[in-house]
């Protein structure tokens, strides 16, 4: 009979792979070392597959369709972030047995043949799996398009996973990618609720999931913690269980946290005092507003396209026109392509004027992390020749 060998956590921050110069180095290299000791957590428990719960950057999906939940059953996971690319095997058979089972209780999953991947399973592929030959599941979560799914729901999809995998031959390890507490793409994006990260980190050690699990999707955005949805997952997923923390970074903008689930309950002290929720609707991610749409497709085309990119550079103005952008939408992406914040590696900020012309922080942010990164290539590219011209 199948079981779940092993349930993890991690995040997965872009500034991994970029490491910008606003970041501190040490906090990063301890991420990722803890992110190592989750491979070797494979290497214990030997698991026929890893299912990875993971969520999108406006990366994968677009807004013409966004899933709740999807998953991907093609013969490779197809990932590609920061210049880099991975292919690991799916394993199919598991991941297409899992659909049709998960469907048949009544949730209804998306699903993918041809989805291109994130940086959210990116990160996991580069650091956790390496070069493992683990055939992967890579199932997606919605983290940041309103309305999002509870942790509750989250969590009772992990536990029929559970339970479809307890019917059936595999031996498989379940892993989250996301949290803690960050704020892309808005104005709160350098002050993270660390307090709430330290809060819940506390509540799982000590076995009192319910803590997290019952919290809403609008306290999550309240706190910069919608990406723990798939954590909820993998909580469903290992049944009774209490966290080990392998490291917690609080860097410049985002609490970086490494986790592992052990099974059984905890002698536990008593609880703090619950966590203190402004109990507001949805403030930093929703929907964006539909006269924005073709503003939002041009950032999301950026990602993909390195010939839009060069035009961008070349004539953001006519790009624009193309794109039929009004006054306001063209002035914010003039604005944010003057990369005022180039050297500190703050896209954040280079990100505002869209945000504020209609563009979702997210969609915003990553097309500024995407647009800097080649934009430094080019600078430094021009630099040499300059030299040259220059004797």
């Known amino acids: 009979m199948g079981e779940i060998v092993a349930a993890m956590a991690t995040m997965h921050a872009p500034q991994l792979f970029t490491r910008p110069p606003e970041e501190d180095p040490q906090q990063l290299d301890a991420g990722i070392a803890a992110m190592r000791r989750l491979g070797q957590v494979l290497d214990d428990t030997r698991p026929d597959a890893l299912v990875i719960f993971a969520s999108d950057h406006m990366e994968t999906f677009f807004l013409k369709t966004v899933p ?13 972030f920061a210049g880099k690319a991975w292919s690991p095997p799916i394993h199919r058979v598991l991941a297409e047995g899992l659909l049709e089972q998960l469907v048949r209780r009544d949730f209804d999953m998306a699903y993918s043949q041809d989805a291109e991947l994130g ?6 592929f580069e650091w956790i799996l390496e070069s493992r030959q683990i055939p992967v599941v890579p199932i997606f ?48 994006y350098y002050k993270p609720a660390y307090d709430f990260d330290r809060w819940c980190l506390y509540e799982l050690e000590n076995g009192r999931a ?18 723990m949805l798939p954590w909820a997952l993998a909580l469903g997923a290992a049944g009774e269980q209490h966290l080990e923390l392998l490291s917690y970074q609080p860097t410049s903008h985002h609490g970086h946290a490494v986790a592992r689930f052990l099974p059984g309950a905890k002698v536990n002290p008593a609880p703090p005092k619950p966590y203190a929720f402004h109990n507001q609707a949805y403030h930093f991610y929703n929907h964006p507003p539909l006269w924005a749409y073709k503003l939002n497709q041009l950032l999301y085309d950026s990602r993909s396209k390195p010939s839009l990119r060069a035009r961008l550079f070349e004539d953001a103005a006519a790009v624009a026109a193309e794109y039929e952008l009004n006054e306001v939408q063209t002035k914010a992406l003039l604005a944010g392509l003057e990369f005022r914040n180039i050297d500190t590696d703050k896209p954040g900020k280079d990100a505002d004027p869209l945000v504020e012309a209609g563009a979702h922080p997210i969609g915003a942010l990553m097309a500024m992390h995407g647009l800097q990164q080649e934009k430094r290539k080019l600078r430094g590219a021009a630099a040499p020749a300059a030299e040259l011209m220059a004797h």
Not at 210 to 227: A, I, K, M, P, Y
């Open 210 to 227: 319910d803590s997290f699990l019952n919290l809403s999707s609008e306290q999550l955005d309240e706190v910069g913690n919608t990406e």
């Open 68 to 80: 709740t939940f999807a998953v991907m059953a093609s013969d490779r996971a197809t990932a590609a």
């Open 119 to 124: 940086h959210s399973f990116a990160a996991i």
């Open 141 to 188: 979560v919605n983290t940041y398009l309103p309305p999002l799914p509870s942790a509750r729901r989250c969590a009772a999809l992990g536990r029929a996973i559970a339970e479809i995998v307890g019917s059936r031959p595999e031996r498989v390890a379940v892993l989250a990618s996301g949290g803690m507490s960050h704020y892309p793409g808005t104005w709160k």
